[in-house]
Nanobody, 123 residues
Framework: QVQLVESGGGLVQAGGSLRLSCAASGRTVSAYAMGWFRQAPGKEREFVAAFSRSGASTYYADSVKGRFTISRDNAKNTVYLQMNSLKPEDTALYYC????????????????WGQGTQVTVSS
């Protein structure tokens, strides 16, 4: 059974940092492309960051480029999202998932979503 469990969210002041973790079981993260998405109240889910299966390529939404970094630790079978210079508009529930489709920025390309971890940035 494939499962993803996100953690590391919390309340932080604007300008602060958080590191989100996405621990996988039932599937090896090193063999798959993966991504992070977020959804704020009343808004649609949106793409945040992703990496290719090899890990050689990374992709970011324009809104987080230069502030967020996606990475993975194959030994821990875990994917991370380092978030720096956080802004109130980054407040959302953050999810990770495995990518099976060709479009890295589209939610329908992903499967086995985790339950999410809440990030709240105060101004």
């Amino acid at each position: 059974q494939v499962q993803l469990v996100e953690s590391g969210g919390g309340l932080v002041q604007a300008g602060g940092s958080l590191r989100l973790s996405c621990a996988a079981s039932g599937r090896t993260v090193s063999a798959y492309a993966m991504g992070w998405f977020r959804q704020a109240p009343g808004k649609e889910r949106e793409f945040v960051a992703a990496f290719s299966r090899s890990g050689a390529s990374t992709y970011y939404a324009d809104s987080v480029k230069g502030r967020f970094t996606i990475s993975r630790d194959n030994a821990k079978n875990t994917v991370y999202l380092q978030m720096n210079s956080l802004k109130p508009e980054d407040t959302a529930l953050y999810y990770c998932a495995f990518r099976r489709g060709s479009d890295y920025y589209t939610g329908s390309s992903y499967e086995h979503w985790g339950q999410g971890t809440q990030v709240t940035v105060s101004s």
